[in-house]
């Protein structure tokens, strides 16, 4: 009969622990402060390395500093991280803090992006790329190449008014993965075009913000699987913008974050180590939250059920 007691009382102290240990369990994938002075991972296993994304003058570094060479002309930066695939209940967030050159653009909407995406596991994305409207790259995916078309890389991506008054909001486009015609992209320019993307839901409501010359802000976005079929994103800025939808989506995996800006928003010259050419990120960080699967409540009913069992057995 004390050994009944004994594995009543363990199967007591399981169940009350077991909501302890369904607890969303975070880790960091990418934390990268530029502290090293160099775009790769360097010694530090949470840094990441960074590309560009449409062109070789479109990304500088420096101590501290991940420099988006923009100024008069569009470009973007990228970075792959180890892929990531959301269950039920887990979500994928990418924080990312960052300063304003001395000019900034006045009259631009959805000037600023940022995306997160599949790789699909496709090789080449780890490096810097070459893409315009006259050279797409088939790496991101595009209807027309040779000799095949290739898909585009499943993902969304978080597009920014950029001071336009108090109609500043934010807005969120899927990209349209099919490849059988122009009017179904890829493009082969990841984010430097919203051609190729379908707005999901609708803008979000008017914020107001402004975007001012030598200031840092805080932006995030993030993504969470709440069913089989539904992810829901939020992107935030600062304390005081927020935005939430939710979208049918194409892929639970995801292995890479861009941002891009267009030419004549942030900076006036676009020239690696010229003044006033971009935006310069100080931190960029990943974050992965998963939701453990309930087996410590499946070891307490066993637990309870052995016990009950011996008991009418003894």
Do not use: C
Not at 142 to 163: I, K
Not at 200 to 229: H, I, K, Q
């Amino acid at each position: 009969m004390m050994r009944v007691w004994k594995l009543l009382l363990l199967a007591f102290i399981a169940a009350l622990t077991a909501p302890a240990l369904h607890a969303q369990v975070t880790t960091t994938i990418v934390n990268d402060s530029f502290t090293d002075g160099t775009r790769d991972n360097g010694a530090d296993p949470v840094d990441t390395n960074w590309w560009a994304s449409s062109s070789t003058s479109g990304i500088e570094v420096a101590p501290g500093s991940l420099g988006m060479v923009t100024g008069s002309t569009g470009r973007g930066i990228h970075a792959i991280f180890p892929t990531q695939t959301l269950n039920v209940g887990d979500s994928l967030k990418a924080t990312y803090t960052f300063t304003t050159p001395a000019t900034v653009g006045t009259a631009a909407a959805s000037a600023f992006r940022v995306g997160l995406f599949d790789t699909l596991g496709r090789t080449g994305l780890d490096a810097d790329i070459t893409a315009s409207t006259a050279a797409p790259s088939p790496l991101y995916g595009y209807y027309n190449a040779t000799p095949s078309p290739t898909t585009g890389l499943p993902g969304y991506m978080m597009d920014m008014d950029v001071n336009t008054g108090a109609t500043s909001d934010l807005a969120f486009r899927q990209l349209d993965t099919a490849v059988n015609s122009a009017a179904q992209t890829p493009t082969g320019r990841l984010m430097g075009t919203t051609t190729g993307f379908t707005q999901v839901a609708n803008t979000g409501p008017d914020a107001g913000y402004t975007f001012t010359g030598n200031t840092t802000y805080t932006g995030s976005l993030m993504l969470t699987r709440l069913t089989d079929t539904d992810m829901q994103i939020t992107g935030t800025l600062g304390d005081t913008v927020t935005h939430t939808v939710t979208d049918t989506f194409d892929s639970a995996s995801y292995g890479m974050l861009a941002f891009w800006a267009n030419s004549n928003i942030f900076g006036s010259a676009n020239t690696p180590g010229a003044a006033d050419n971009g935006i310069d990120f100080s931190n960029v960080k990943i974050e992965y939250t998963s939701v453990p699967e309930p087996a410590s409540m499946s070891l307490v009913m066993l637990a309870i059920g052995w016990a009950a069992r011996r008991r009418r057995t003894v």
